[in-house]
């Protein structure tokens, strides 16, 4: 069960992490030589040490792809919850880590290919944290983190790349807003900024985010949604119902309260908004974690995968569809429709061979090299998804 949270539980200031190659000899290898003929005794002579092969180091702006760094292919494990409870029997059952495996492909290469994902999302956040200022535009953002994170996880084609675009919604805009070309909007230094980052390897989607304030005006805010989150992770697992998870993160929630301008509000969880499942290629997989207890008893089961969202609000706590889409997807296994605009069925044909069923934004179609394509897309919104 793997586990993502909206607002990162802990600020990652750990230095990089580093693969040592060592002289499989050693640095003090000694050999016996014999000197010429006649000379005497042999001599002992000490062999030159090898200089150490230098420690790759990530750069920043990060750079430096993992498989460099993680010269083995084996990455670093994240946080792991125990089973509670009822369920603590999984952990030593044969029957149960059976049906995992059947579930899913071969869960070491799934564990590393997430691990990967996680591991470039890590590193590509640590350095966004230090980038992202008032003062910066919202492209000047996205492309930041985007170029990090097509450089590390070594972007190729469909195997592995930016999971979707990078959201990067401000203020009462709760989630789905990445800059559209032109964009000429600037983050501000009274500005809440939610920072979005997907990452994917062979369509295992990593999908993880946090939120950074300037000032500390909704510092509260922004502890409540962590605790949510964590205790939405701490919560989740096989046979968890979902409803109930939601009781949990709703009740977390709303035990905080922050001060604005003199008032005290109440932090409540945004209902119509929800974590969601994960599939392969497919970012929303069907099963949703919403945020306020309710009465669905659908459970989790062996080989899903799970965002666990939470967006905390000091409003209504009900979001609207507003402004424009910037967030498409094509959906999965979409009924063929016939297409009378050439530039449709060629747009199409990009799509499918750029992004597969992967989010994309109206920049990613503008750098695979699409132009006057806003007549196109309108032509097959049956075959592409809106995320608004």
């Not at 793997?2 to 990089?16: A, G, M």
């Not at 499918?352 to 897309?377: I, M, Q």
Request: glycine residues 8%.
């Amino acid at each position: 069960m793997i586990s993502d949270p909206i607002v990162t539980p802990k600020v990652d200031d750990e230095t990089d992490q580093i693969q040592n190659d060592q002289d499989p000899q050693g640095d003090s290898a000694e050999e016996h030589v014999a000197d010429e003929p006649g000379a005497g005794d042999q001599k002992r002579k000490k062999k030159k040490k090898k200089p150490k092969k230098k420690k790759v180091q990530q750069t920043d702006p990060p750079r430096v792809g993992l498989s460099k760094i993680f010269t083995n292919g084996i990455y670093p494990q994240g946080e792991i919850q125990p089973y509670k409870d009822d369920n603590a029997w999984r952990v030593t059952s044969e029957e149960k880590r059976y049906n995992e495996k059947m579930a899913i492909e071969d869960p070491d290469i799934t564990y590393q290919n997430i691990r990967r994902a996680a591991e470039v999302h890590r590193q590509v956040r640590r350095c966004a944290r230090k980038f992202i200022r008032p003062g910066l535009s919202m492209t000047e953002i996205a492309e930041y983190i985007e170029d990090g994170t097509r450089s590390l996880v070594e972007e190729n084609g469909l195997d592995a790349g930016v999971g979707f675009p990078t959201g990067l919604s401000l203020n009462n805009c709760a989630a789905h807003y990445t800059p559209n070309a032109g964009d000429t909007t600037i983050l501000q230094q009274g500005d809440v900024l939610k920072v979005d980052i997907g990452v994917h390897v062979r369509g295992r989607i990593l999908d993880s985010a946090f939120t950074l304030t300037f000032e500390p005006t909704y510092d509260k805010l922004v502890e409540a949604v962590r605790a949510a989150t964590n205790t939405g992770v701490k919560e989740a697992g096989i046979d968890v119902r979902l409803g109930e998870l939601a009781g949990y993160i709703q009740e977390t929630m709303e035990s905080y309260e922050v001060e604005v301008d003199g008032k005290v509000l109440p932090v409540k969880p945004i209902e119509n908004l929800s974590g969601h499942s994960i599939n392969l290629y497919q970012i929303h997989g069907g099963k949703s974690v919403l945020l306020v207890k309710n009465d669905d008893q659908t459970k989790m089961e062996e080989g899903e995968y799970f965002a666990i969202e939470t967006f905390g609000s000091t409003g209504r706590a009900r979001v609207v569809e507003s402004g424009d889409c910037s967030h498409y997807a094509k959906i999965m296994d979409a009924p063929r429709v016939p297409l009378r605009l050439t530039s449709a069925k060629s747009l199409l044909k990009s799509i499918t061979g750029n992004f597969g069923t992967l989010p994309f934004c109206r920049r990613y179609l503008d750098r695979a090299g699409e132009s006057k394509y806003l007549l196109a897309v309108s032509a097959l919104r049956t075959p592409l998804e809106d995320i608004n």
